[in-house]
């Protein structure tokens, strides 16, 4: 007799907490951020950092920051294999989701970036402006979303 055994995927999106320091900081490695996460930032009264799990593994990471109203995505970062399944929207419509007093949404890309600003665009973000050289000798698109 065939068994057959079903493995089912769990996807959890939740705070970094200190024992995801060492990953989280290997993967942002990948940006082009010099950005280290420590424990104090865990705690920072405008930074917040979320991981997406798939079966227990982090997949991905964003860091976003809260001032009133406003909510600015500094940056999400998917592992390469897990990229244009649907991670980078789940977690961007967590933090929406999650954050309903705040009213507009802004995030900065590069301009060589179609498939990020693809993305953005799906999800209701718009161009606003272009920061000249941002990126070195790259633009960065602006991007606003209000709600």
Not at 55 to 73: D, H, T
Not at 74 to 96: M, P, S
Not at 102 to 126: D, M, P, T
Request: aromatic share 12%; net charge positive; hydrophobic share 40%.
């Amino acid at each position: 007799m065939l068994k057959l055994i079903w493995k089912r995927k769990i996807k959890v999106i939740r705070k970094v907490v200190a024992k995801d320091l060492k990953l989280v900081n290997e993967l942002i490695k990948n940006l082009d951020s010099n950005e280290i996460v420590n424990i104090e930032l865990l705690d920072h009264p405008f930074y917040r950092y979320l991981v997406y799990e798939l079966n227990s593994e982090i997949i991905a990471v964003l860091k976003y920051s809260i001032i009133y109203e406003r909510i600015e995505i500094d940056y999400i970062y998917v592992l390469e294999k897990y990229r244009r399944k649907g991670v980078a929207t789940k977690l961007i419509n967590y933090i929406v989701e999650e954050n309903k007093n705040c009213k507009n949404f802004s995030l900065e890309v590069r301009k060589s970036n179609i498939a990020a600003q693809k993305l953005y665009e799906n999800l209701g973000f718009k161009v606003v402006n272009i920061r000249k050289n941002y990126y070195g000798n790259e633009d960065a698109l602006i991007y606003m979303r209000s709600e």
